[in-house]
């Protein structure tokens, strides 16, 4: 939406995230969710309501939809969900409108008919280098220069990401968090962890290092929200006092506010790519 090039080319924009779960209800209540706001659609809409909002919605209007981290293989669940889409938006005022999908399936973008495909190749090792010192050093690259010693480990675990921005910026955060200790970065660089799971390319080893190394309370503080759906949207207070229901936040002094420590909790989380800012 920040985009004045994409958001002066369409009318309305829409970011869906349908991860692994493909139900083609559920997701035409996400974008008519989405493509209404502020306006929230009641969560028992039938589809008939559901495909008339969205018919509302697009109709005569140019749009641009994300469909972000899709699994489905499934041809006829995602040509029923196309059908929806174009129906509603079925005039001359729509030509133009996109539909973008985000994949790690080959499968799944053959299956989507896409005639424009973008294959993310993984950062070269000058990338990946500059990208971790970024995170990992409070100076970058001049203090890199001098702990030659955290320097070679750090080489190593860059090797070890693969390419992979997100597992990159999520080590470097836990190194930074660990300032200069050498041994600290050595048992990070030496975990079995690494051992685990390299298919996904490095991405849950590094999540799981630094769910690992954090404090008891954030990580019952991350484990509470697995109350919540998949992909579910947090919303910073709410998720705050969720927190507070179920006294997950105990001040250690007098004057500190809970809420304070909640937001400080979010944010040191948020570092460490737990959570994703919208």
């Known amino acids: 939406n920040d985009d004045i090039e994409v958001s002066k080319n369409f009318d309305v924009l829409m970011w ?24 929230i659609v ?10 008339s909002l969205l018919d509302q919605k697009l109709h ?17 669940k995602w040509k029923v969900l196309r059908d929806y889409l174009f129906t509603a938006s079925s005039d001359k ?3 133009g409108s996109k539909i973008m999908v985000t994949t790690r399936s080959k499968n799944v973008a053959s299956i989507m008919g896409s005639n424009l495909q973008f294959e993310l190749k993984p950062f070269d090792k ?15 690259e001049k203090e890199a220069e001098e702990y030659p010693r955290l320097k070679k480990i750090g080489k190593n675990v860059v090797q070890k990401c693969n390419g992979i921005p997100l597992a990159i910026v ?36 590094s999540l799981r290092l630094s769910y690992n190394y954090l404090p008891p309370e954030l990580k019952q503080c991350f484990s509470y929200c697995s109350c919540f759906p998949k992909d579910y949207p947090f919303v910073v207070i709410e998720l705050i006092m969720f927190w507070m229901a179920h ?10 506010d809970v809420e304070d420590i909640g937001e400080f909790y979010i944010k040191i989380e948020a570092s460490f790519s737990f959570f994703a800012s919208n």
């Open 16 to 39: 869906v995230c349908v991860s692994d779960s493909f139900v083609v209800n559920r997701i035409i209540f996400q974008i008519v969710e989405v493509a209404s706001k502020p306006y």
């Open 42 to 51: 009641e969560q028992n809409s039938s589809l008939d309501a559901l495909k």
């Open 60 to 76: 005569g209007k140019r749009f641009l939809l994300v469909l972000d981290d899709v699994w489905n293989e499934n041809l006829s």
């Open 93 to 95: 005022e729509s030509k």
């Open 126 to 140: 000058g990338e990946c280098w500059k990208l971790f010192v970024k995170f990992s050093f409070q100076e970058a």
């Open 170 to 205: 999520t080590l470097g955060c836990l190194l930074r968090s660990k300032s200069h200790d050498e041994n600290e970065w050595k048992k990070i660089s030496d975990s079995e962890m690494w051992e685990l799971d390299q298919e996904n390319n490095a991405i849950l080893p």
């Open 247 to 256: 006294g997950l936040l105990q001040p250690t002094r007098e004057d500190e």
